[in-house]
């Protein structure tokens, strides 16, 4: 190998750097990507299931890692292991309270309301400002209130 060879890969390799820490930083949000996926007591197949959940797109948060695993809670505040490839970087939120909740054109109070979405609805999140989130329930797009939601 000549150094212009190994100058190449120091290169890559310090270029690559700042973005492997930035994903190391715990905690991040993260979604489940499947239909179906288990949470378990630790990081193994070997261990009891705690929960199974049947919902894509669920937002969970990203507490710790263990080599191919990953120690989530959701949004009950349950926390277990789920296998990596279980999860998406891809940023959800979900509706949280007890009441209707509205989605409007722009972020502020003050303008029209275009939706109203129900505690439990799941939508994916574009951008986020100022105590706001944009959100897109099956093309359905507002902004709500960060306070209304869970997984921003």
């Known amino acids: 190998m000549t150094s212009r060879h190994l100058a190449a890969i ?11 820490a930035q994903d190391d930083a715990l905690p991040y949000w993260a979604s489940i990507s499947v239909d179906e996926a288990r949470m378990r007591k630790g990081p193994s197949p070997d261990v009891p299931v705690i929960w199974e959940y049947r919902r894509k797109d669920l937002p969970v948060k990203v507490v710790a890692r263990h ?6 809670e959701d949004p009950d505040g349950t926390q277990g292991w789920m296998a990596a490839r279980l999860l998406s970087r891809a940023r959800t939120a979900i509706v949280t309270g007890d009441e209707v909740r ?13 939706y109203r ?10 951008d986020c400002a100022n105590g706001w989130c944009q959100l897109d329930v099956r093309g359905r797009r507002g902004w709500i209130e960060t306070g209304h939601i869970w997984g921003d």
């Not at 120091?10 to 492997?20: E, H, K, N, V, Y």
């Open 10 to 20: 120091f290169l890559c390799l310090t270029l690559a750097g700042p973005a492997t």
């Open 67 to 72: 080599e191919t695993w990953r120690k989530i």
């Open 102 to 114: 509205p989605l409007y054109e722009a972020a502020s109070a003050s303008s029209a309301i275009l």
């Open 117 to 126: 979405a129900e505690p439990g609805v799941v939508g994916k999140i574009s």
